[in-house]
C-alpha cells in the first residue's frame, strides 16, 4: 500500500496573522467554512491541503516543527527580512541555508530555497 500525506491542520491563535505569515512563503489560501464550522483558510499545494483554523478558548498551541521549500525569485534571507520574518537560527543542507523562523504561535518553521 502507497501512502502519501495529503493534510496539515494547524490551530492558531489569529488565523489571519497566521495566514499572513505563512502567505510570506509563497502560500495562498482560500477562506472556507463547512455548515455551521468555523471560518478557516486553505491552501492546497503539491497534492497536499493545508488548513487554519482558529485555536479552541483555553486550548494550548502546539509544538509541531514544520518545513517548507520555497520557489522564490529573490534572496530567501532578504525576502525574510523584508517581511518582517526574524531569522532565529540557521544550518545548511547539502551547502545551501536553511532558516529556522517563528510562526505566530511559535511554532519552528524550517524554510529553504527551492
Do not use: W
Amino acid at each position: 500500500m502507497e501512502q502519501k500525506f495529503n493534510l496539515l491542520v494547524l490551530r492558531c491563535r489569529d488565523i489571519d496573522v497566521s495566514r499572513g505569515f505563512y502567505e510570506q512563503l509563497g502560500l495562498v489560501f482560500e477562506r472556507e467554512q463547512h455548515g455551521s464550522g468555523p471560518v478557516h483558510y486553505a491552501a492546497v499545494f503539491a497534492g497536499m491541503v493545508f488548513e487554519l483554523y482558529p485555536l479552541k478558548e483555553g486550548e494550548p498551541a502546539d509544538r509541531s516543527r514544520l518545513g517548507f521549500a520555497v520557489n522564490l525569485e529573490t534572496d530567501l534571507r532578504e525576502s525574510l527580512e523584508a517581511a518582517g520574518i526574524a531569522i532565529i537560527s540557521q544550518y545548511e543542507v547539502d551547502q545551501e541555508p536553511v532558516f529556522v523562523v517563528e510562526d505566530p504561535d511559535g511554532r519552528k518553521v524550517e524554510v529553504r530555497q527551492r
